[in-house]
């Protein structure tokens, strides 16, 4: 099945006025420029990491949104929109413009296809091919004749037979629309083709929701059935092996941290390298497994509930405030991601964070005050602990 992007229809609706003054074409790639909240049928739905890439599916210039795909996680995939303001172009390289000209292409879109095809010719990588491509592209737009179509479907096969099923996809479709009834026909197996693109393309963006929760281990499997259906995207395996190297590296961590509990007055520094780990890479089962081991330890430098010891450690204050702060923080701050060692930045750098969330979560302001009194205290207790 190929994944499909359900659109209201009120947002197909605007697709042809937004594309009139849109600064983002559709299959445009866009990064988010800060953590922001993806919206679903404008109620907060989830959390997008800063630096988080989107392809877009098209610009509401009216609200100021971009319309992107995300995937839920029993796989469905639905249309968010995200502040046209909190995104800007993905940096690009001669593969992105290369598959970009070509869908261009697909889409009719003539002169963006040239202009991509040069500037993908810019990249040595690239410029092979897009230097082969470039007249064929022009020949059979310009001439429409059965020889040049004919020629991009050879070039379609050959793309394929390269390992790039995406590129000779887009071609082959495009040579339909070029040609209309006179095309000469696909010499693709096109329904399994559409299939593999389709599962590569979700894959990639599955993989990069993944990566943005540091969900490393779950990133990778997606990795593998992305190449595994189209085995030289070169979108995934520059993101394999990112992913490779933070999970080596958050199995390091997990080594230390096992190391070091064993130690005597070990316990402190197998928290720290737990916690490091954990933010390289959140699903590792080892490191979980710790985490559930240590918990007690943990619990005692995340968020240390309120009791009467934890009220004269911190010198007082309102045990009411405190504990509704500690059961907001336990609760709303873990809806995304695990809790950071409590000691591990200063309070305006809490200040800071929990402002930055709240905005998100929609956390309001009597709230973060309780929040941010528990965290003081909290900290107070962690730092009065002597470090066993
Ligand atoms: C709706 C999801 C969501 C909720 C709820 C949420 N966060 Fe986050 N948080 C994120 C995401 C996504 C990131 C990754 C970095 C970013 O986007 O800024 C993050 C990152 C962080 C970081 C690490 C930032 C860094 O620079 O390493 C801290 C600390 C943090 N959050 C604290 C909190 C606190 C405190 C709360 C509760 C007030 C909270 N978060 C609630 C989504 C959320």
Known sequence: ?????????????????????????????????????????????????????????????????????????????????????????????????????????????????????ARSAQDEKYRALATALAPRLQGAISSRSAASLGTLRETATQLEKLGHPCLALALDEGVDRLGGTTAPATKLNRAELSQRVATSTRALARTRQAVAMRCLINANDEIHTGLEAEPNRPELKALQIKVQKDIEEAAQKCADADRMRRIFKGTPHALTALEMGLKLCAD?????????????????????????????????????????????????????????????????????????????????????????????????????????
């Open 1 to 117: 099945m190929a994944p499909r992007i359900l659109l209201p229809i009120s947002l197909v609706l605007l697709h042809a006025h937004a594309l009139a003054a849109a600064a983002f074409a559709p299959g445009e790639l866009v990064r988010a420029t800060r953590g922001e909240m993806l919206q679903l049928e404008g109620k907060n739905y989830v959390g997008a990491a800063k630096g988080q890439e989107f392809p877009v599916l098209l610009q509401d210039t009216a609200r100021g949104l971009i319309v992107v795909p995300f995937y839920k996680k029993d796989g469905a995939p639905v249309s968010v929109t995200i502040p046209a303001d909190a995104v800007e172009a993905a940096p690009h390289d001669g593969w992105l413009d290369l598959l970009a000209s070509l869908e261009a292409f697909r889409d009719q879109r003539y002169d963006l296809a040239r202009q991509l095809l």
């Open 284 to 388: 590792y089962p080892q490191l979980i497994a710790l985490k559930k081991e240590m918990s007690g330890a943990f619990e005692e430098r995340t968020a240390p509930p309120v009791t009467p010891a934890f009220l004269t450690a911190a010198g007082g204050g309102d045990a009411k405030v405190l504990t509704e702060g500690h059961s907001l923080y336990t609760n709303r701050c873990t809806e995304c991601h695990d809790l950071e060692l409590i000691d591990s930045r200063s309070v305006s750098s809490w200040e800071k964070m929990v402002g930055n969330m709240s905005r998100r979560a929609g956390i309001d302001g009597e709230q973060q005050a309780r929040i941010m009194a528990y965290i003081m205290a909290a900290q107070k207790v962690v730092e009065s602990k002597p470090q066993e």
